[in-house]
């Protein structure tokens, strides 16, 4: 099993900054991708960014531009700029293996005057 631990976020004003931070631990060697999703009060989880190994980052559309996922097997960040009232929402770690999901504990993003 991977176990996902995840620092980072709070309450910010539109268009300031925020970085999250995950640490994995346990099977990691078995890690083919880590992201970032995100769920906001009455919506569906949705993906944020994702990066696999050796693979290029992906990013939800409402994100691009503003938001930069970086790290490796072990640790992953999301450099999240710019950011907007909509982007308030709690926000998981998640590291995905051939047979199996892990998430992270979820963390508060919270953007407002």
């Known amino acids: 099993q991977v176990q996902l631990v995840q620092s980072g976020g709070g309450l910010v004003q539109p268009g300031g900054s925020l970085r999250l931070s995950c640490g994995a631990s346990g099977m990691i060697f078995s890690i083919e991708a880590m992201g970032w999703y995100r769920q906001a009060p009455g919506k569906q989880r949705e993906l944020v960014a994702a990066?696999?190994?050796?693979?290029s980052p992906n990013y939800a559309d409402s994100v691009k531009g503003r938001f930069t996922i970086s790290g490796d097997k072990y640790t992953v960040y999301l450099q999240m700029n710019s950011l907007k009232p909509e982007d308030t929402a709690v926000y998981y770690c998640?590291?995905?293996?051939?047979?199996?999901?892990?998430w992270g504990q979820g963390t508060q993003v919270t953007v407002s005057p």
């Open positions: 990066i696999t190994s050796g693979g």
């Open positions: 998640n590291a995905k293996t051939s047979v199996s999901d892990s």
